[in-house]
């Protein structure tokens, strides 16, 4: 395994704590304990007698800390072009979970530099992982599946990293049409035909803007005979506040309020690229909040899909009312057996929950115990919080049948955007999940890369696996 300037460094994970003889005299110089934790970097000529290659020593204690020891190892060896991770001798899933942490901590953002690059960010980029089996040939299920996951966290990582000025809501669009190519049947739905679809709160939202709104319909048919699992995405690929215009401050990185919409698109894809059985829906409302001539107002009053009236009471709280739209339509069109939704909406409930976990809301309990589950075991952990009839009862309008949110200090959006919300799936099985803080990284750690985390792809693979893939759950 020869790699640019010399013998790729080999990542060796200790199981139990157990260092070879070969490391054990370096280990223990450096104090070295192979703790869950610990890493360490031997150089060429200090790993081994035999070895002309770095070697990195990292703890490993079981398969759930697996993924993380991957990640740690691609940290440290970021400067590296190529890494080689030596899982001879370790359970097939063990092995697989570290190369999926590594490759998904080395993700960089795309890169749009012309000129010269500074040679500290020029060598930052892990371009090739291998890992090395007792049998290649026999490495199987687990090993296609990874792949697929770290193929769908790209995908959605990319879109959410890509300026406002590239990724129009067309454009977004558009480049859904790639997923042709894995099975997934793509259907634009453009913003001509708004009006005889009744998506009238998309069309007020986007209207504003010179680059016009969509509504892009993902499709995975699976193999079961069975209603699908519906995904809505919120797909604001830049979200100035409209009239009720944002401050300056972290406006740049409204260009990633699309987020919702690129993890609901990726976790299609993960699930093509596994085969799942189950058929899964995603409905992406994409549009550009901006301030024009044609603008929404605050107290605009707009019929939405569902039928109800809506008070607009402050433009820049257009998040649940593209997802409105967007999740009325997808019962309407698709029937589904349950509803979730993905939204950058509020980031008020950072406040709660910090950037660890995301805010789920539900209206069945089934369905929010499905969805901690699959966090859990996706590692992009949820918490339920709750919101009332008393909230709903708040959101009455005098002119209109709901208002949009409430003006004022000291209120609790998240819970009052998710009571609106509700209004709008009826009795059908729905969850609203609030990813505002778990969707951007703003440093590099030993876990995370730098920039959009794809935070949801892997839990919308998971909740699908765990609960809607046998034909006999209800």
Known sequence: MEALGGAVPLVVPLPDRVVPVSFSAAARAAGFRAGADETLLLPGDAASGNV??????????????????????????????????????????????????????????????????????????????????????????????????????????????EPANILTPLVFAERLRCLEEAGIQVEII???????????????????????????????????????????????????????????????????????????????????????????????????????????????????????????????????????????????????????????????????LGQEMAGIYANDDLLAASLAAAGAAAGEPVWRLPFTDGQRDQLASDTADIKQCLAGPLLPDAALAAAFLSRFVGDTPWSHLDIGGTDLWEEADERHPAGPTGFGVRLLDRLIALRYEDADRP
């Not at 398969?63 to 001798?89: C, K, P, Q, T, V």
């Not at 010179?210 to 499709?219: D, E, F, S, V, Y």
């Not at 809505?232 to 919702?260: C, E, H, L, Q, Y």
Request: aromatic share 6%.
């Open 52 to 161: 002309e290659r770095e070697v990195l020593l990292i703890g490993l204690h079981d398969a759930a800390s697996a993924e993380a020891a991957g990640a740690r190892a691609a940290a440290a060896l970021s400067a590296r072009r190529e890494i080689a991770i030596d899982g001879r001798g370790l359970p097939r899933a063990l092995a697989v979970a570290l190369a999926l942490g590594a490759a998904l901590r080395a993700w960089r953002f795309p890169d749009y530099r012309q000129g010269p690059i500074p040679a500290e960010d020029a060598a930052a980029a892990i371009e090739r992982i291998d890992l090395v089996v007792d049998d290649p040939g026999h490495i199987g299920r687990r090993w296609r599946e990874a792949i697929g996951v770290v193929e769908a966290v790209g995908f959605a990582r990319r879109q959410i990293a």
């Open 190 to 352: 453009p913003a001509g035909d708004f009006a005889r679809e009744g998506l009238n709160l998309l069309a007020a939202v986007g209207q504003g803007s010179i680059n016009t709104p969509a509504l892009a319909l993902l499709r995975w048919p699976g193999r079961l005979d069975l209603p699908p699992v519906a995904f809505v995405g919120k797909g604001m690929t830049f979200d100035t506040g409209g009239i009720s215009i944002k401050t300056a401050d972290r406006m740049w990185d409204m260009r990633a309020d699309m987020a919702g919409a690129a993890v609901c698109a990726g976790a299609v894809l993960a699930l093509a690229r596994r085969k799942s059985p189950a058929p899964v829906v995603a409905v992406l409302p994409l549009a550009e909040n901006m301030v024009g001539a044609a603008s929404y107002r605050p107290g605009d009053i707009v019929r939405s899909h569902h039928g109800l009236t809506v008070e607009i009471v402050d433009t820049d709280a257009e998040g649940r009312l593209i997802l409105a739209d967007a999740l009325s339509f997808a019962i309407a069109r698709f029937k589904p057996r349950a509803v979730v939704d993905l939204a950058t909406l509020t980031y008020s409930v950072v406040v709660a």
